[in-house]
């Protein structure tokens, strides 16, 4: 159908612009310039408050892995039931 066919336009379409969006933001971050305003004495700090989110991501990501019908069998039957 039409509104299909443009769901999945829409949603390449988005895919494209945040692939293209990640690439310059890494490479801002991982190859830029470091701001001469940034304080030289809090970079253990800012390790530590980030540690936390780091690994939440990656037990997430590990049970996904391992469990994937917990994200995948409600997508499907959503998508079932989206599509007819």
Avoid: N
């Amino acid at each position: 159908s039409t509104a299909f066919i443009l769901m999945v336009i829409g949603l390449l379409v988005a895919i494209g612009l945040s692939t293209a969006y990640a690439f310059i933001t890494m490479k801002r971050i991982f190859f830029g310039q470091p701001s001469p305003d940034q304080p030289k004495g809090e970079g253990l700090e800012v390790k530590k408050a980030i540690l936390i989110p780091i690994i939440i991501i990656a037990v997430v990501g590990v049970l996904l892995f391992f469990f994937p019908g917990i994200f995948i069998d409600p997508l499907t039957k959503f998508l079932s039931a989206f599509t007819g």
